[in-house]
Each structure stands twice: as C-alpha cells, then as structure tokens.
C-alpha cells in the first residue's frame, strides 16, 4: 500500500484544515445542543474538548464522524464537505478517521487478536504484517497476553483497550477519542495518553473528549471549554 494511501489525508494542502467547522448548530427534540460553533483544527494538532456533562463533546465528535448531521452549518474534514455527503461517501471520510467512542462495539465471534487485526486485512495488509502490527499496538496497551480471549471473556476495561487499538492500528491522520480514559486505572490512562501522543507526535491530528482535569492537566495542549452549546475557551490548560 502507498504511503499516500496509508496517510489518508494525504490530498490535505500544506495550509488546509483538518476539522473546520463554521456555524454549526444542533437541536434534538428542539433543544439546542450547540449554537453556531466555529472551529478550526490544524494538521499536527492535539485538542482536548471539554466542559459540564450534557455540554455536547459527544456530539461535537459525533458530528465529525458524520455519524450525525448538524442542524445547520457546514463541516469540513481534510478539506472535503461532510454535513453533506452522502452515505456512500460515508466510508471514504471514515476510512481517514480512528475513533475511540464510548459505545464500542467488539466481534464477538473474533478473538482479541483477530478484532485488531481485521481492520489491517480489510485494508489489504498481508495476514502476517496485520499479526504484527496488531500485536504491538495491544503489546503497548497490555493487552498482548490476552489475544487469543474472546471479547466477552473481558472485563469492560480490557475492551475498551481492544476497541483503541483497532481505533490505533491504521494509523489513522486524524483521531477522534471520547473518553478514552474512562474505564482505565491511572497507570492505563498514562499509557494510553502516551501512545497518543507519539501518535500525534508523528503527525497526527488527535481530538480527545474528557472531562478527566487529570488528563488535561498531565499535558499543555490546546484546550476547549464547552459551555452552553458554545465554546467558551479556547487556549492552553489551565487557563
Ligand atoms: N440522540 C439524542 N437524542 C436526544 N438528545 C440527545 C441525543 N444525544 C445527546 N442528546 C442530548 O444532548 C446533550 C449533549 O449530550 P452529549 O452526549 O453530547 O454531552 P457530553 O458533553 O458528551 O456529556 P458527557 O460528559 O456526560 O459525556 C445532552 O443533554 C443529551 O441528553
Ligand atoms: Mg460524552
């Protein structure tokens, strides 16, 4: 596979945007989530979202992946139109994206191994460099002892893990995560915290939803405050 293929924000120009979002507002049974939000991310970025439970990070993400459409606004991923597409564009867009969402869904006829590896054999990596890929990235979240178990035989912690390195293992350019720490003791969450920033070290963009302060204060990076259906900050933690 090419590296252009492997990158997949490749077509991405030097000064593009990798998440722009202009005027975006969203209301469920006519309750106004969020109102009017903008937002621009770089290439190469790590963004923390937080603010109050019920703020709308969940579906500010949810909205990037286009698993949900704004009730008006326009949303842009790597410079192509996302509010708009349509559905067989959908998994062209989700191709470029790892997301790590609270609503994980594992194989459950598939070990833990084969779950992480799918995602590598779907995209045409040989049987043999899926394996390794696979097993380093649950080596690094350790998870490696446990690649022949069956999801179920999990606790709600070890799928979380498995869940974040299938998110992981394409290397994905852009990486969307919301409370990826959730579920994991403080060790875990370090561990994991770390392999996103090499992640993001070697050039990928990472958003992480939260409101763990642990987490945004382990790391000076980026940080948004929603607020209302708004954001309200947006600069270094703590402000
Ligand atoms: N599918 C839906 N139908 C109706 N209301 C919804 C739906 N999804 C979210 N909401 C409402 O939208 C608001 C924002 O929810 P969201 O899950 O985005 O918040 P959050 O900031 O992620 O909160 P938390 O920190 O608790 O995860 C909440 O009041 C929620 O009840
Ligand atoms: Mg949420």
Not at 97 to 116: A, S
Not at 159 to 171: K, M
Not at 209 to 215: C, F, G, I, N, Q
Request: proline letters at 5%; a positive charge; charged letters at 25%.
């Amino acid at each position: 596979m090419s590296t252009e293929a492997l990158s997949g924000l490749g077509g991405l120009g030097r000064r593009g945007h990798v998440i722009r979002i202009r005027g975006v507002t969203k209301d469920y049974e006519r309750r106004q989530i969020l109102r009017g939000v903008d937002l621009s991310i770089d290439p190469g970025e790590l963004v923390f979202l937080t603010g109050p439970s019920g703020a709308g990070k969940t579906t500010l993400l949810r909205l990037l992946y286009a698993a949900e459409r704004p009730t008006a606004g326009e949303i842009w991923i790597a410079g192509d139109r996302v509010d708009t597409m349509t559905r067989s564009e959908l998994p062209r867009l989700r191709r470029k994206i790892g997301v790590i969402f609270q609503d994980f869904k594992l194989l459950r006829r598939k070990t833990v191994l084969e779950n992480v590896t799918f995602v590598l054999r779907f995209h045409g990596v040989p049987p043999k460099e899926a394996g390794r890929r696979a097993y380093q990235v649950l080596k690094r979240l350790g998870l490696h002892h446990r690649q022949s178990a069956m999801p179920e035989a999990l606790s709600g912690g070890e799928q979380q893990r498995v869940a974040i390195a299938r998110a992981l293992v394409y290397q994905p350019r852009l990486i969307l995560a919301d409370e990826p720490t959730g579920n994991l003791d403080a060790d875990l969450a370090a561990e994991l915290l770390s392999l996103l920033c090499d992640i993001n070290y070697q050039g990928a963009t990472v958003v992480v939803a939260t409101h763990d302060h642990a987490l945004l204060e382990s790391l000076p990076a980026r940080t948004l405050v929603l607020h209302r259906g708004t954001i309200d900050y947006d600069g270094r933690w703590p402000p």
